[in-house]
């Protein structure tokens, strides 16, 4: 079967590489960090299955990396999502807002858009609706 240049075939699909992690300065621990694009699969892992408090740590878990894509909360090939969860939980807020930023950046989610969420709390605790 011949392949065209617009047509999408299941060999095109497979041999794509994944985006290249995307390095970030976080400011508030003075140290780069490379934040990656997550996988279809992962994003709704996350939006469906993560507790509504830790949706954004367990994104970050996901999320961060080495400059090769290798996840920075693994153990061999499994990642270590409670701990990451956890761990991440205990950081400095204005770090993790910062990687916040570069996770929504690099994923294409808008700046009120929260996995899962169709709304985010406002400063004065009310809620703001897409």
């Known amino acids: 079967m011949s392949e065209t240049n617009g047509d999408l075939t299941y060999s095109w699909l497979a041999a794509r590489k994944p985006p290249a992690p995307t390095k970030v300065t976080v400011k508030a621990w003075?140290?780069?960090?490379?934040?990656?694009?997550?996988?279809?699969?992962?994003?709704?892992?996350?939006?469906?299955?993560?507790?509504?408090?830790?949706?954004?740590?367990a994104a970050l878990a996901h999320a961060m990396c080495d400059q090769d894509g290798a996840a920075f909360f693994s153990e061999g090939y499994m990642l270590k999502t409670d701990y990451a969860i956890n761990f991440l939980a205990k950081q400095d807020r204005?770090?993790?807002?910062?990687?916040?930023?570069?996770?929504?950046?690099?994923?294409?989610?808008?700046?009120?858009?929260?996995?899962?969420?169709?709304?985010?709390?406002?400063?004065?605790?009310?809620?703001?609706?897409?």
């Open 30 to 57: 003075g140290k780069t960090v490379w934040i990656r694009k997550l996988s279809a699969g992962e994003y709704e892992r996350i939006a469906v299955g993560a507790k509504d408090n830790e949706r954004r740590f």
């Open 94 to 130: 204005d770090a993790i807002e910062e990687l916040w930023e570069a996770f929504a950046k690099v994923n294409g989610l808008t700046p009120i858009e929260d996995l899962g969420k169709n709304s985010t709390p406002t400063e004065s605790g009310n809620s703001a609706s897409n």
